[in-house]
């Protein structure tokens, strides 16, 4: 099931707009474009909220809103992962039971934010359709649906799948997964929308860019815009004709990421200081300069904090046990509740989430001679939307702490960090973990590491104690073996 906010307008309906909020320069080449290329100009433009334009230029380009925290900081209180930990113990098993009793009534969906392209990774297509398993090379497409189709079959349930593509490669993940039967999830079950786009600002004058004569210069709303695109988009009305009352947010670059986990859903919906509004997992921070975003208290409401805009001293606090007082780093691993999402967007101003600045290189057209100009210093001003910020907007929002190993790594970069290869060696170390719960006596050098490429679809099992329910797997792991379960 595919949607995107179609829009077509006559010059008529559009000139009076953009008159009315100085931009009508945008309509320079109108008359010298062919039919083809008026058409998409309306349409490009239709999609823009013009009325909106004057504050935003007048808040974000001939000002820049300061993020900064303001006011006493505390640490972000959280679920530890050891539900035995004295610093918070908690009942695992009645949240996992809790969360299991959703899925079987229908009441989850998952949702992806999957704009990306494989540019940086040296590949061209949609960054969902890149080769990610550790032995298999299956696309982070399929490592992702694998969970859902995982909980499907143990929770005799359906799980629909919202997939937000943006207008670079909307089309070419719509063929991926046709050409790939829906992966196995059936077309009813996954919902693939546009992300929207903002328009892009010259710095000096405030005037909107010209990318084209027929393409106003526009860049995707950011990841905090996923929320007013599942509105827009229809998308959260369909999932709530369904019965959905939570959504499990992920991001596309993380094929070890639980896109369905009882026991965060059942915490998030059921434990008494949730409002099942949204929560978020975090990450202990390995050392206080990783550059990873940090949960924390702001003014009594919790919220996530940039780690640029983290004061160092704060940054290198340690408690009583040596460990960082400030280290809940965010992953990007959310749950939502259907009717916070409708509120975010039920403003009377708009979208709740504000935008954050940026100032970046921009093309444009010289509307005086028609030529493309790329320059030389940054001279647009680009807006964009953080998930994150509708933290401080829930009532009651929790934080759970889960593990790198077992739940996050991120494909981002070609070579390095956060690349395949790192990628394919924390698959293999979190099979390894699971083989060795089971028994399994796996290869390892010196360092600890594995010497050899494992990989577990959670087809298979989703944790060591289902795999060793399984009982599929062999007495021993050798160095320079392949192993896909």
């Known amino acids: ?179 790939r039967d829906w992966l196995g999830l059936g077309e009813d079950d996954v919902i693939i929308f546009n992300q929207g786009v903002m328009p892009t600002f010259d710095k000096d004058s405030g005037r909107v860019l010209l990318a084209a004569p027929d393409e106003p210069a526009t860049n995707p709303d950011g990841h905090g815009g996923s929320l007013k695109a599942l509105a827009e988009s229809g998308a959260i009305d369909e999932l709530a004709s369904r019965g959905v009352e939570h959504i499990s947010y992920t991001q596309i670059d993380n ?83 259907v009717d916070f999402v409708r509120r975010l967007n039920a403003s009377d101003t708009g979208f709740a989430l504000p935008f954050h600045r940026a100032v970046k290189k921009a093309p444009y057209v010289d509307l005086q001679t028609g030529e493309r100009v790329e320059p030389d210093e940054p001279n647009g001003v680009k807006l964009e939307t953080f998930v994150f910020d509708a933290l401080p907007l829930a009532r009651k929002p929790l934080v759970l702490e889960t593990d790198r190993v077992d739940e996050f790594a991120p494909i981002k970069n070609a070579s390095g960090n956060d690349s395949a290869a790192t990628s394919a060696a924390l698959q293999t170390e979190r099979a390894a973990r699971w083989l060795e719960a089971c028994g399994v006596r796996v290869a390892r050098s010196p360092d600890g590491a594995p010497e050899c490429a494992l990989e577990i679809s959670p087809l298979t099992a989703t944790g060591p104690e289902e795999l060793k329910a399984a009982g599929d797997f062999p007495s021993v792991v050798r160095p320079g073996d392949r192993l896909a379960l």
């Open 1 to 179: 099931m595919t949607s995107a906010k179609a829009a077509a307008v006559s010059l008529e309906e559009i000139r009076p707009r953009l008159e009315n909020v100085g931009q009508e320069h945008l309509l320079a080449f109108f008359d010298a474009l062919d039919d083809e290329g008026r058409r998409r100009l309306l349409e490009r433009l239709a999609v823009i909220e013009w009325e909106r334009v004057p504050a935003w230029i007048e808040t974000y380009v001939r000002n820049a809103p300061d993020f900064a925290p303001e006011g006493e900081l505390a640490p972000a209180p959280y679920y530890p992962r050891d539900p035995a930990s004295p610093r918070r113990p908690w009942d695992r098993e009645r949240f996992r039971r809790a969360g299991e009793a959703l899925l079987r009534d229908g009441k989850v969906a998952a949702f992806t934010v999957a704009g990306g392209q494989g540019t940086r990774l040296g590949f061209d297509g949609p960054k969902g359709a890149y080769p990610a398993g550790a032995v298999t090379g299956k696309t982070l497409f399929e490592c992702l649906a694998e969970w859902i189709l995982a909980a499907r079959r143990r929770y005799d349930t359906r799980i629909p799948w919202c997939v937000m593509t943006s207008p670079l490669n909307h089309d070419d993940t719509v063929s991926f997964f046709r050409e």
């Open 255 to 337: 094929p070890l990421v639980r896109v369905i986990d009882p026991v965060f859903l059942g915490l998030h919906a059921t434990a008494e200081d949730s409002s099942g509004e949204m929560s978020s997992k975090m990450l202990a921070k390995t050392e206080p300069g990783e550059k990873v975003g940090v949960f924390c208290m702001q003014s009594g409401r919790l919220g996530m904090i940039e780690y640029s805009d983290l004061p160092g001293d704060l940054a290198a606090q340690r408690d009583e046990a040596g460990d960082l007082r400030f280290n809940a780093g965010n992953p990007a691993i959310h749950a939502l509740g």
